[in-house]
Nanobody, 124 residues
């Protein structure tokens, strides 16, 4: 399975913003739905946001809806997650993944291997 590469994490204060990026070296995912997931210490990995292959439909976890925006640029083979109004509870390692359909991605059924992720730490 292909492994994606996440970047853009960091240490920020509550209320700040961050933009995460995800790329797929040597591989294109234009026909795949894609999503962002996160895993906080001691917790299971959870769905954060997803987007269809064409970028026309998005889906968000209730905890981030209205604060996070997922987008993709198929010309650059890239996926993004704009995170605004960050909270302590957003602290986690963030991962991206690809799947056949948005509903499958939301359910955690993905066709890519989990990469190293990117750490997002929010301090109050």
């Amino acid at each position: 399975q292909v492994q994606l590469a996440e970047s853009g994490g960091g240490l920020v204060q509550a209320g700040d913003s961050l933009t995460l990026s995800c790329t797929a070296p040597g591989r294109t995912f234009h026909s795949d739905a894609m999503g962002w997931f996160r895993q906080a210490p001691g917790k299971k990995r959870e769905f954060v946001a997803g987007i269809t292959s064409g970028g026309d439909t998005t889906d968000y976890a209730a905890s981030v809806r209205g604060r996070f925006t997922i987008s993709r640029d198929n010309t650059k083979n890239a996926l993004y997650l704009q995170m605004n109004s960050l909270r302590d509870e957003d602290t986690a390692v963030y991962y991206c993944a690809a799947g056949t359909r948005l509903a499958a991605v939301r359910a955690g059924t993905v066709r890519t291997s989990w990469g190293l992720g990117t750490q997002v730490s929010v301090s109050s």
